[in-house]
């Protein structure tokens, strides 16, 4: 027995998934702040190399967020023939017939695009994971202490 049957796993899903892109943007424009203040504060060279990092993590983000799960929400309805209702009272889904043709249609650019999204989310994890292992070691690979990685994690 699932816990929530289709199509209501996807609207899960997809509710998750905003604040998920929404947390990235949060935290991508707090860093690049960051790494601003820091600069800032104590002057010299700017730091290209983070700033680029977080600028790139920021754009997968955006172009998941933005790009990509608004198509996927699109076809996840014409996959299961419903539309979301924007007002009135529970259920807020309601029927809306499609085409055999669409629905197919729907469910193959819903499988290959959603394959990308996650492709995208398993490359951003990655990014940070590396990032922060990276951050945690010295150039010898022995990890550095608690007040040497206390500074701003994503300063070469």
Known sequence: MRFTPPPYNGLVAQAMLERFFLLHYICGGIAILHLFADWLEKPGTFPKKPIFYVVVLLGLALLGGKWISPKLTIWHQ???EFQVKSEGPPPMIEP????NEVRQDAKLKFSIWHGVSQTVNLIMLMMLVWRFWRLSHH??????????????????
Do not use: W
């Open 78 to 80: 014409q996959k299961y």
């Open 96 to 99: 809306k017939a499609y085409s």
């Open 139 to 156: 150039i010898t690979g022995h990890p550095q202490t608690y007040v040497e990685t206390k500074r701003n994690l994503f300063s070469s």
